[in-house]
Nanobody
Framework: QVQLVESGGGLVQAGGSLRLSCAASGRTLSSYDMGWFRQAPGKEREFVAGISWRSSTYYDDSVKGRFTISRDNAKNTVYLQMNSLKPEDTAVYYC????????????????WGQGTQVTVSS
């Protein structure tokens, strides 16, 4: 069993930056693909970024060039550096872990965190 805990959310002005962390316990993340998702009020959860167990990275077009996903297997933690934040980035951000394969957007992830709120003011 893997427990995922997100942190680092908060309130920031447009143009600002935040770094989200997803810390895992219970099992090492080194063999897991990791994804970041977000869900804004009244909207469906959407894929933001992913990093494979081999550290290949993938981004939704809406965040490409602004967000960077990374992992530190020694710390069992995955990060999402978010720069040039926009009000439309406001959402609850979730991390997820999966040892399977398939589309980053539609695969069945094995584990999810509880989420961290990111609010970007204009």
């Amino acid at each position: 069993q893997v427990q995922l805990v997100e942190s680092g959310g908060g309130l920031v002005q447009a143009g600002g930056s935040l770094r989200l962390s997803c810390a895992a316990s219970g099992r090492t993340l080194s063999s897991y693909d990791m994804g970041w998702f977000r869900q804004a009020p009244g909207k469906e959860r959407e894929f933001v970024a992913g990093i494979s167990w081999r550290s290949s990275t993938y981004y939704d077009d809406s965040v490409k060039g602004r967000f960077t996903i990374s992992r530190d297997n020694a710390k069992n933690t995955v990060y999402l550096q978010m720069n040039s934040l926009k009000p439309e980035d406001t959402a609850v951000y979730y991390c997820a872990a999966d040892r399977g394969s398939g589309s980053w957007r539609s695969r069945e992830y094995d584990y999810w965190g509880q989420g961290t709120q990111v609010t970007v003011s204009s």
